[in-house]
């Protein structure tokens, strides 16, 4: 069974600080890890997927399989960063399915 | 290019009704997912569609019901609904293939409230 840990359900930083949404997993295979964000009163967006290595507005995530975590990090946040954060695993299965944590909300303060 | 259009955005039924949901994906993409989003249970995933056929489906019971046409469009069904159906359920659409999942694109959702 595949299952995505966020530990927290909110975090609350302020502007300029670093920040860290942490994300752990289980899975016994290779999985694929995703950050998806939505922000207030839009949809679910992608933002980025561990297997491209990319950085989107600032964010970051590196795949730790030693220790099954895949945390979003970003060293000074803005306030246009305050949303809520979805942690989400593609197992090798043939499809697209997900399996999402419980999502942090991030709070950036001026 | 269009995004994910979902129909409608808002639904009121009656414990025991039956109610389909729509999704349209983005143009080109052939896998179609539905997820139900509550506050208690989070996102969880229902079932997924691709070329027509079922992909993957979730731990939900039965009266969960979907299936996929030829233009890619798809449809959700749930019978008798029960006050515990009150979520919104969200379609996203996949380019879908078999090896590398590429991520989703979104709808907006449609919000079922069961009374």
């Known amino acids: 069974a595949q299952r995505v840990t966020q530990p927290e359900k909110l975090l609350s930083v302020f502007k300029g600080a670093p920040v860290e949404l942490k994300c752990n997993y289980s899975?016994?295979?290779?999985?694929?890890l995703f950050w998806y964000v939505q922000y207030s009163r839009q949809r679910l967006q992608l933002l980025l997927r561990h297997i491209s290595r990319e950085s989107i507005k600032g964010f970051t995530a590196d795949l730790n399989k030693g220790e099954t975590s895949f945390h979003l990090k970003k060293p000074f946040a803005q306030e246009e960063d305050s949303a809520m954060y979805y942690c989400a695993l593609s197992g090798n299965n043939a499809g697209n399915m997900l399996t999402f944590g419980g999502g942090t909300r991030l709070m950036v303060k001026p | 290019k269009a995004g994910v259009t979902q129909t409608p955005r808002y639904l009121i039924k009656t414990r025991g009704q039956q109610v389909t949901l729509s999704c349209s994906p983005i143009s080109g993409h052939r896998s179609v997912s539905w997820y139900q989003q509550t506050p208690g249970q989070g996102l969880q995933f229902l079932f997924e569609?691709?070329?027509?056929?079922?992909?993957n489906k979730g731990n939900f019971p039965g009266r969960f019901s979907g299936r996929q046409f030829s233009n890619s469009r798809s449809e959700m069904n749930v019978s008798t609904l029960e006050l515990g159906d009150s979520a919104l359920y969200l379609c996203?659409?996949?380019?879908?293939?078999?090896?590398?999942?590429?991520?989703?694109?979104f709808g907006s959702g449609t919000r079922l409230t069961v009374v």
């Open positions: 899975y016994s295979g290779s999985p694929e």
């Open positions: 996203a659409s996949s380019s879908g293939s078999n090896r590398f999942n590429y991520g989703y694109t």
């Open positions: 569609y691709f070329s027509e056929t079922q992909r």
